[in-house]
Nanobody, 123 residues
Framework: QVRLVESGGGLVQAGGSLKLSCAAS????????MGWFRQAPGKEREFVAA????????YYLDSVKGRFSISRDNAKKLVYLQMNSLKPEDTAVYYC????????????????WGQGTQVTVSS
C-alpha cells in the first residue's frame, strides 16, 4: 500500500510559478511510475504529466508542454511538478498518482492516489 500526500498548491497570478510536491510512504517508491492529474470544477479528471520509475522518460499534456516539468527523487520518495507561466485555465485540484504498470495517461491505469492540492491562478 502506497500513501501519497501532495503539497505546494496555492493562489498565484497568471504568469507566475508553483512547485507541487508529492511525498510517498509505504511500498517501494522506485518501482512505481508516477503521474500528476488535475480536476477543475464540473470537469473530468485530466492527465497532466507522468514520469517512469527511473525518471528516464516523461510525458505531458500538450497544453502544458514547455511550461510544466515533472521530476522525481527516488531516494527521498518525492515527485515534483514545476509549473511555470501559469494560466487561469490551469486552475484545478492537482492529484499525484502511482502506477505499478504502464506509465499511462488514463486515471484507470493508476493504483494509488493522493488527496489533492488546490491550485488557483488569477487573471
Amino acid at each position: 500500500q502506497v500513501r501519497l500526500v501532495e503539497s505546494g498548491g496555492g493562489l498565484v497570478q497568471a504568469g507566475g510559478s508553483l512547485k507541487l510536491s508529492c511525498a510517498a510512504s509505504g511500498g517501494t517508491f522506485s518501482r512505481y511510475n508516477m503521474g500528476w492529474f488535475r480536476q477543475a470544477p464540473g470537469k473530468e479528471r485530466e492527465f497532466v504529466a507522468a514520469i517512469t520509475w527511473s525518471g528516464g522518460s516523461t510525458y505531458y499534456l500538450d497544453s502544458v508542454k514547455g511550461r510544466f516539468s515533472i521530476s522525481r527523487d527516488n531516494a527521498k520518495k518525492l515527485v515534483y511538478l514545476q509549473m511555470n507561466s501559469l494560466k487561469p485555465e490551469d486552475t484545478a485540484v492537482y492529484y499525484c498518482a502511482a502506477a505499478r504498470g504502464v506509465t499511462g495517461t488514463r486515471a484507470t491505469e493508476y493504483d494509488y492516489w493522493g488527496q489533492g492540492t488546490q491550485v488557483t491562478v488569477s487573471s
